[in-house]
């Protein structure tokens, strides 16, 4: 849900006319749109954060704006600064309304003169005119509101802000891989050495490698089905949204139970490795450190939000990353052959075949590789600065190859250091044995790293349940009409329904102190399971499933694919290949029912979703026709041809309310959008047989919003009309391939042209973006 901030006011409309002395008006527009601006930013990585969830959220907001209420966030002279370009077109020409402006700021804000460049420049503070005026109004000179020597914390602050917003501009390629690799390079390792503890250190070696490179093949895909999505590339990143546009119900259907139970069971074994990490290290009881977990969690639920920007996550991710090698380097000393030689694989050398050494090595090796999901919100941020797609796509892969790297080490040095018997059959993490060969330099290491692997995955993963929780439940109290009695008064409440979502948290909290009690605790093995049963969907059938849709009915071209990842006979050659290991595991590696149960039922379940998908037309070839209006480009009305995920000409007319302007590459500017009236397209026949028709424009934010639009549709088979702002700004409909011609009006009046008009459709073509 984006607000349209050129509706609600703009500098002209705002101070017209007015006194400089009502400069407070244009100061309130600007805050609250940098608010806006942050509370974006502040979930920008929130990996998952539920759509209804978002739109709540977004909904509080807009309605605490209108009636004028406390903002849920307070923008900082910070953020003023760092938004500036965003809020720049609210302020006026006059010098004036600028000086009282600047006054304002200068008196409610600490302004240092050095550290607020972007804000001077959208108020023109260095102009002269503007340092005129002010002395005019105020009787002393301009530079009197600027603060010669900000408190410390306001320093700090500073220092800060100019930190985040040089990781939130790395260059595209090195933003993808960052993002990607701090969000696959997790607590999971710790599960690596004992997974491989009876194998070896070699064989693990290779085990990393072969399904690292599977994983390279899928996220490579999942990145270019991401890409594709025009949903996803203009803000709007929910996995489930995702997987909806390219397999339909059936993809969904099985999507939510797979990520309730992944976030569910790893939240549990999380539970376990942190409490068994800082217990090893402190002597203080697992159950008390769980506890004290669960009431942290509980403070957070309370707020129902977590930062999650793209600078935290980078330092976050880059410090985890950073203890690993750490660690790492601390046990190499300690690194002995027979350790290294250790080996017991089945069939080689003469080994028996033994299912229980391979229990834990699949599930433990997909899970660590696991970072699919987070390519939306990775996404959302690259591909605005590089819409062709190719430094987020080859950065998501290199992320990849570099886990590959950092996982080989990490095993070849531990497994290495630590005898076999010492991992095997251990209940908490590695970090434990590894302590006690190498010294207890590895717990003051260790419990830093659980702390921010183990500690803010759990909390991430609490939100994540809670907000499914709250999902399923009726809409809150202030959206539905008064409910009589019953659970049902309880769920729309605000109290109610914060405890409704604490439940699924707490049933996991008791289930893990119960464990723990029972001396039945473990943290590898439900990593093994839950990775064996989920990560074959979600890191390896669906991506795959993804982007064969994807290279037929994508909103958008890239500029960039592996040319082997969307070929149909790889994607079934990897779906057979997680197949087959679903299979295995339920018919042959697991020995407890409930496990094998699991896994066959996961894998009927992926044949069935894979064949519905088909049969619902999700492979079918279509085209799509963007209409969007985006005020920052030259040329503010961009319209996009993609047939069956290929960039296609197409004759083009914009038509406004004096003039047509023909579309084209070259066309010269466009009048004013905020004129337009309508826009023609004429589609050549192509192979298609649906045709997707969105009519959308950016806000500030760069997230999309519907445009009031309605479509009128002519073709060999007869003609049709559609709201589009009634159907989310976008319809799809069946076509034959013949010629269409589409009608895409503005003005609130009918669509079709008048039959005088038709004739001059020029020869445009739709490439007019950035993209």
Request: charged letters at 20%; aromatic letters at 8%.
């Amino acid at each position: 849900m984006a607000f349209d901030w050129s509706d609600f006011i703009s500098g002209d409309e705002l101070l017209g006319g007015l006194p400089a002395r009502r400069a407070s008006t244009l100061l309130f527009a600007i805050e609250n749109r940098t608010a806006h601006l942050v509370a974006h930013a502040r979930r920008a990585m929130a990996t998952y954060l539920t759509e209804k969830t978002a739109e709540e959220r977004e909904r509080a907001f807009l309605e605490a704006l209108a009636q004028g209420r406390e903002l849920p966030v307070q923008p900082t002279i910070q953020d003023l600064e760092r938004y500036a370009l965003e809020w720049a077109d609210l302020v006026p020409e006059d010098p004036g309304v600028r000086a009282a402006l600047a006054r304002m700021i200068g008196e409610k804000y600490p302004l240092p003169w050095r550290a607020a460049p972007a804000l001077r420049r959208a108020l023109g503070l260095d102009e002269e005119v503007v340092r005129q005026a002010f002395e005019r109004l105020h009787g002393r000179p301009l530079d009197t509101i600027y603060t010669v020597r900000p408190p410390w914390r306001e320093q700090l602050r500073w220092l800060r802000s100019r930190l985040a917003q040089r990781l939130e501009t790395l260059p595209p390629f090195w933003t993808a891989f960052a993002l990607t690799l701090t969000e696959i390079v997790g607590a999971g390792i710790l599960a690596l050495p004992i997974a491989f503890a009876e194998i070896g250190p070699i064989a693990g070696l290779v085990v990393i490698i072969v399904l690292g490179l599977v994983n390279m093949l899928t996220i490579a895909a999942m990145a270019e089905a991401v890409a594709r999505n025009g949903n996803v590339r203009y803000g709007l990143a929910y996995f489930g949204r995702l997987v909806r546009d390219y397999l339909g119900p059936p993809g969904v259907w099985m999507l939510t139970p797979t990520l309730v139970l992944y976030t569910a069971v790893l939240l549990l074994a999380y539970y376990v490795g942190l409490s068994t990490t800082l217990a090893d290290a402190t002597g203080v009881p697992t159950e008390i450190w769980t506890a004290l977990m669960f009431l942290v969690t509980l403070v957070v639920l309370r707020r129902e939000s977590l930062d999650a920007t793209v600078a935290s996550a980078l330092v976050v991710g880059a410090t985890s990353i950073t203890l690993i090698l750490l660690l790492s380097l601390l046990a190499l000393p300690h690194v002995t052959g027979a350790n290294l030689r250790q080996s017991a694989v089945p069939f080689i050398d003469g080994e028996p075949f033994d299912a229980s050494l391979l229990e834990l090595i699949f599930g433990v090796v997909l899970l660590a590789f696991f970072g699919h999901i987070s390519a939306g919100n990775c996404a959302a941020v690259v591909l605005r600065r590089d819409p062709s797609a190719r430094s987020f796509i080859r950065g998501s892969v290199a992320a990849l190859a570099a886990a590959i790297g950092l996982y080989s080490v990490w095993v070849l040095a531990v497994n290495g250091a630590v005898a076999p018997a010492a991992l095997s059959g251990e209940s908490g993490t590695a970090l434990e044995p590894l302590a006690a060969e190498v010294g207890p330099s590895i717990h003051i290491i260790g419990s830093v790293f659980a702390v921010l692997a183990m500690g803010m995955a759990s909390i991430h993963y609490s939100l994540a349940l809670f907000n499914q929780a709250r999902e399923w439940l009726p809409a809150p109290a202030g959206n539905v009409a008064p409910v009589r009695a019953g659970w049902r008064k309880v769920a729309t409440s605000r109290a109610g329904r914060f405890w409704v979502g604490v439940l699924p948290v707490a049933a996991i909290f008791l289930s893990t102190e119960a464990l723990m009690l029972a001396d039945r605790e473990s943290f590898a093995r439900p990593l093994g399971l839950i990775g064996t049963i989920t990560a074959p969907v979600l890191a390896g059938i669906f991506p795959m499933l993804m982007v064969v849709a994807a290279r037929r009915k994508g909103d958008c071209d890239v500029g960039f694919v592996w040319p082997l990842v969307g070929r149909p006979v790889v994607a079934a050659a990897a779906f057979l290949f997680f197949l087959v290991a679903l299979l295995l595991h339920g018919l042959v590696i697991w020995e407890e029912p409930y496990e094998r149960v699991a896994a066959l039922v996961v894998a009927a379940a992926a044949v069935a979703v894979a064949a519905l998908a088909m049969r619902r037309g999700a492979f079918r070839p279509r085209a799509v026709v963007e209409l969007r209006v985006e005020p920052s480009l030259p040329e503010p009305t961009v319209v996009n041809v993609v047939v069956a995920g290929q960039r296609t000409a197409a004759e083009v007319q914009l038509t406004y309310r004096d003039t047509a302007f023909v579309g084209g590459p070259r066309g010269g500017r466009p009048p004013d959008c905020d004129g337009l009236r309508a826009a023609v397209i004429e589609l050549p026949q192509a192979p298609v047989r649906e045709l997707k028709v969105w009519a959308h424009r950016l806000t500030p934010e760069g997230t999309s919003e519907v445009l009031p639009a309605v479509l009128s549709l002519e073709n060999d088979s007869g003609a049709g009309q559609y709201d589009l702002a009634s159907s989310g700004g976008q319809v799809v409909v069946a076509v034959s391939g013949d010629r269409q011609r589409l009608v895409i009006s503005l003005d609130g009046r009918p669509a079709m042209m008048p039959e005088r008009e038709r004739g001059s459709i020029g020869g445009g073509t739709s490439d007019r973006g950035t993209e």
